[in-house]
């Protein structure tokens, strides 16, 4: 037997990531504190060139390598593109957050250049073992990041049952994908797909091993009723991990969902649009409805995040290539709305004060005008309100659950977001019609205010012209 060689140029972005993450990690062993933002220099620069890489595959066609466990497409080279960018972003916002609580280390950017290439391999993934490797990658860098503020009970405390419901949920996620093997004879999605849709399988034990496989993913993306980590998680960890955590994930966990069920399960679309149907439910009602009962504002984004979850569910739901494309165009948008709502709670923050409470927003048009009106955007955005960005995001899945006569799940998808609309306009109403309740300046750097600046004016820019990025998602599913 002749061993062939495998195209390594289509992985050409994770390989430079993976070089460039461990000479980071070396170079950091010899840097002292005042000299750490060459790590944050060079991770940045990492994620800029492994982006330009990632840049050409987006009109590329789709290519299988290293023996048909890799596969490099337009969503893929999309959905990394929007991984890199969306962690660039949070690099920059954690920055100064994490330098004035004596945080600024080399482990969190090395940490997160690692979570990145799991991410990346996880959304190119074309086996059942490549998922896993690349879920593995990402949830053992979580943890540790979470886990960062090592004096700080909240955060050790949100580490240990992230890893234990993170361990048992990864546990299930492998049970189901070993039935599935046992069952189909191979790893690969492309060749599960052609298996199930021929026939000749055992019935019970595929679908079994299905509903196992969805415990693991719907984890990950924290719908409900596997749900519980998001709020300990999301209050207990530092902003700037909260932050890494609620953006850049979500959108290899949706990589996930689409690889096995669509590419490898689609045969079984009957099963599996059952279930999601119970979870797109589930995580509309909880994250809206509880979300109402906050009064930390990472916990109320954090139940925010469950029900944006439901409305991604609802598109992929829809089991066609509109819903596909609604669910991908929702995950972009829900990833830049909540880069810039963790944004503004870094902003607020200063030495020794998180602002994670909402009263801690209360009178922000007083102190910053500007920033009010950032945070009023991305308050509307989220709530569905037209014209801003996260108004069509919503009426595409809806619209799509409506073409596939769920008209009942879409109907409770508008009655729960109007009931969510009451905790993001109750943010509006602290920060224009309350007095303040600390009055000191608003204190960052340069960077970080143009960048949220930016954020804020793409929700409502993206919103007033949503076609192009529409488009771009659609040219992504085409083939």
Known sequence: MTFQSPDFLPALPEMFLLGAACVILLVDLFLTQRTRAVTYLLSQMALVVTFAMVLGGLDGPREVTFHGTYVADPMAALLKAAILGA?????????????????????????????????????????????????????????????????????????????????????????????????????????????????????????????????????????VPFHMWIP????????????????????????????????????????????????????????????????????????????????????????????????????????????????????????????????????LNERSPWFAFMMLILMFSMAGVPPFLGFWAKLAVIRAAVNVDLIWLAVAAVLFSVIGAFYYLRVIKLMYFDRAEDTAPIQSDADLRIVLSANGLAVLGLGLYPAGLMALCGAALAG
């Open 87 to 223: 962690t660039f972003v949070t690099f920059l916002y954690s920055r100064e957050y994490l330098r004035v609580r004596n945080l600024f280390r080399g482990e969190f950017f090395v940490l997160g250049l690692f979570g990145v290439l799991g991410m990346m391999v996880l959304v190119s993934a074309n086996s059942l073992l490549t998922i896993y490797l690349g879920l593995e990658l990402l949830s053992l860098s979580l943890y540790a990041m979470v886990a960062l503020q090592r004096d700080s009970r909240e955060a050790t405390e949100a580490a240990m049952k992230y890893f234990v419901l993170g361990a048992m949920a990864s546990a299930m996620l492998l049970y189901g994908m070993s039935m599935l093997y046992g069952v189909g004879g191979t790893l690969q999605l492309d060749e599960l797909g052609t298996m199930v849709d021929t026939g000749g399988y055992d019935g019970a034990v595929l679908v079994f091993g299905l509903v196992f496989v969805i415990i693991g993913v719907a984890f990950k993306l924290g719908a």
């Open 232 to 363: 300990d998680v999301y209050h207990g960890a530092p902003t700037a991990v909260t932050l890494y955590i609620g953006t850049a994930p979500k959108l290899a966990a949706f990589a996930m969902l689409m690889r096995l069920l669509v590419e490898g399960l689609n045969g079984l679309q009957g099963e599996w649009q059952q279930i999601l149907v119970l979870l797109a439910f589930l995580s509309l009602a909880v994250g809206n409805i509880v979300a109402i009962a906050q009064t930390n504002i990472k916990r109320m984004l954090a139940y925010s995040t469950i029900s944006h979850v439901g409305f991604i569910l609802l598109g992929v739901l829809a089991g066609n290539q509109d819903g596909y494309v609604a669910a991908l165009f929702y995950a972009i948008v829900y990833v830049l709305m909540s880069l810039g709502g963790f944004g503004m709670v870094i902003l607020m923050s200063r030495a020794g004060f998180e602002a994670d409470r909402l009263d801690d927003f209360k009178g």
